[in-house]
């Protein structure tokens, strides 16, 4: 499985007749003809048995071969100053 980013209409035929979970309100309400499950966000800590019955079992991937998934703004975007307005004239 892979992480992609989806159309809702493309969530409306993938679900097709399935239970649709999601942990977003604003998803949820978007696609109420689904009667989706509404649930807790994960934790990071959620994912760590997973990831232990990967490496136990010799299926882990190659850090150095990930992409990074960044789940907030960026230092710069946080940091960065506003520009000041010029002066016209």
């Known amino acids: 499985m892979r992480e992609t980013l989806v159309s809702a209409q ?3 035929v993938a679900a097709s007749g399935g239970l649709v979970v ?10 109420p003809e689904l009667g989706p499950k509404l649930v807790d ?6 994912a ?3 990831a232990v019955e990967r490496v136990v079992s010799g299926r882990f991937e190659d850090a150095a071969a990930l ?3 960044y789940l907030r ?8 100053k ?5 002066a016209v004239g």
């Open 10 to 12: 493309d969530v409306r």
């Open 22 to 31: 999601v942990c977003e309100l604003k998803v949820a309400e978007a696609l």
């Open 82 to 86: 506003p520009v000041a307005p010029r």
């Open 67 to 69: 992409d990074a998934n």
């Open 48 to 50: 760590l048995p997973f």
């Open 73 to 80: 703004r960026t230092d710069a975007e946080i940091f960065a």
């Open 41 to 46: 966000e994960p934790l990071a800590g959620d």
